[in-house]
């Protein structure tokens, strides 16, 4: 995480870091990202929203 790059990169999960850039969906629950989905934690799903409308 520390070597990738802060403003493109979050931790969606504690197992999961993405690329705000390669987002196709995002809900309550999960993120989709090419028709895979990615769990999100309530701790970062307003981070990553707001990540992504900036």
């Known amino acids: 995480m520390e070597k990738l790059p802060s403003n493109k990169f979050y931790r969606a999960h504690k197992s999961y870091i993405v690329n705000v850039d390669h987002i196709d969906a995002i809900n309550s629950k999960d993120i989709m ?3 895979t989905l990615i769990p999100i934690s309530k701790d970062f799903k307003e981070f990553i ?5 900036s």
Do not use: K, R
Not at 49 to 53: R, T
């Open 49 to 53: 929203i707001s990540a992504m409308n």
């Open 33 to 35: 990202i090419n028709n």
